[in-house]
């Protein structure tokens, strides 16, 4: 049986020509018109070879990546098509319409080289998208929401929404904070890019950031630049978020004749960030104008009427001193007329008080005469009572004593022994029985005539029991 042929061993230079040839073959080397974004590109245009990173994303992530070459005499070429337009085509996150052809290289791999960028096909592409945004706003009624905010009289607090160090941030700050009517102003800045692919995502999120703030009114501004420098305020989602803040925006984004389209669903759009400045300015003036206005016909008003107050107190004032006169000397009569008559009236009350006081007098001379002797006497009562009941007691007391003492007489052991009883002692101290007595033991025996000494020779119990009483 024949045995299978080995497959066949390429070498690496083998298939990269092959590669290339066949790339060849199905481009024709003919040139093609791209669209890509910018991701990086170095420095030296129509001075060098300049390489570019292109990139094409999709829902925040890349479909494809390519490496771009401009030659040195390409572009110089470029330059001279782009013009003023150069600095920001060719930028980091810019989109760009180019022609380029397809090469691949056994060394450097796949390449666009880059032969001129299409202009005109980039700005036609981008007012396509401008109208189909007006378009989509057009249904959703976006054109008039935030228009129909209304403006407080008096936007002090003011959200600012751009690039920090840009002419137009910095025009807005000096026309509003170094006017010459010095108004009281509060801004503060929420920073964003205004250019390039990442632009309309970092303004919504500095537009959202504002609008928490609660501030009177948030100011977009952006210090001018072509229509490509502005495509990104035509954004969708970037004008669908500006008319449906719940502030009014005002818009200065430096556009030159057309408008962008965020301007079309702001509150309200000046051509350029100073004219924003005196569009604020301007309603401050307006307000403190109204204000000094108002000022001027209060003080009037009040000038007048004090006028008339003080005609009309001038006036009450002389009806008071005149009616007060009558009014004093008619009191003054009246209490002439009443002194006579509490003096007629005093004279003859005090007579018959007199009276009543003298007859008072005497009774309670009388009176008091008697009472004094009434106590006297009890006095005298109460002072024997104590000597009488002392002497009771006294005298009960010792009667108490004495029949005490005769008691004690007669229970005295001399007189126990005279009546014929006997004082039995051991040791000296009178035993009242035989408890705790035993045989050798000395007693004494005490009676009327005299003193026994014995000796215990035997102790016999007593048997004797007393007979219950029938």
Not at 110 to 118: A, P, Q, R, T
Not at 149 to 172: E, H, M, N, Y
Not at 371 to 379: A, D, G, K
Request: proline share 4%; glycine share 6%; net charge neutral.
């Amino acid at each position: 049986m024949q045995q299978p042929a080995p497959p066949k061993v390429y070498s690496l230079s083998q298939v990269a020509v092959s590669i290339r040839q066949a790339l060849e073959r199905a481009t024709g080397n003919r040139s093609w018109l791209i669209r890509a974004e910018i991701l990086k590109i170095s420095a030296g245009l129509g001075q060098k070879t300049v390489y570019v990173d292109l990139v094409e994303e999709s829902g925040g992530s890349q479909r494809a990546k390519m490496r771009g070459v401009i030659w040195p005499s390409n572009g110089a070429r470029i330059l001279e098509t782009l013009g003023d337009e150069a600095s920001t085509v060719l930028a980091p996150g810019s989109e760009m319409v180019f022609t380029a052809r397809i090469e691949f290289h056994e060394r450097y791999g796949l390449s666009l080289f880059i032969e001129n960028v299409d202009l005109r096909h980039m700005l036609g592409e981008m007012e396509r998208r401008k109208q189909a945004t007006i378009a989509r706003l057009k249904e959703l009624g976006a054109f008039e929401l935030n228009k129909r905010l209304p403006i407080p009289a008096a936007p002090q607090r003011i959200a600012l929404v751009g690039s920090p160090g840009t002419s137009g941030f910095r025009d807005f700050i000096a026309k509003t904070l170094r006017h010459p009517s010095m108004r009281r102003l509060h801004i503060e800045a929420f920073a964003s890019t205004v250019q390039g692919t990442a632009a309309p995502k970092a303004l919504i999120d500095a537009l959202q950031a504002a609008e928490a703030g609660a501030p009177d009114l948030i100011v977009l501004v952006r210090g001018g630049g072509s229509k490509l420098d502005l495509d990104c305020f035509n954004d969708f989602e970037l004008c669908r978020k500006i008319s449906l803040l719940g502030i009014p925006v005002w818009t200065g984004i430096g556009h030159e004749s057309d408008l962008v389209v965020a301007d079309l669903v702001a509150h309200s759009y000046w051509k350029t960030p100073t004219d924003v400045g005196d569009a604020v300015i301007r309603v401050l003036d307006h307000v403190t104008n109204e204000v000094h206005n108002l000022a001027a016909i209060l003080e009037r008003t009040v000038h007048r009427w004090l006028e008339d107050q003080q005609r009309e107190l001038d006036q009450f004032g002389n009806e008071i001193q005149w009616s007060s006169q009558a009014i004093v000397r008619s009191h003054s009569n009246a209490m002439r007329t009443m002194e006579m008559q509490l003096n007629w009236h005093a004279d003859r009350w005090l007579q018959s008080k007199n009276h009543v006081v003298e007859s008072l007098a005497h009774q309670f001379d009388r009176q008091s005469r008697q009472v004094i002797l009434q106590r006297r006497s009890e006095l005298n009562n109460w002072m024997k009572a104590p000597f009488r009941s002392a002497q009771q007691q006294l005298l009960l007391q010792s009667e108490r004593l004495q029949s005490m003492e005769r008691s004690m007489a007669s229970l005295h052991p001399e007189q126990t022994v005279k009546r014929g009883f006997a004082i039995l002692s051991h040791q000296g101290q009178i035993i009242p029985d035989l408890i705790g007595l035993g045989p050798g033991d000395e007693l004494e025996i005490q009676t009327r005539t005299g003193v026994a000494r014995v000796t215990v020779q035997s102790i016999a119990p007593n048997d004797s029991k007393q007979k219950p009483e029938n």
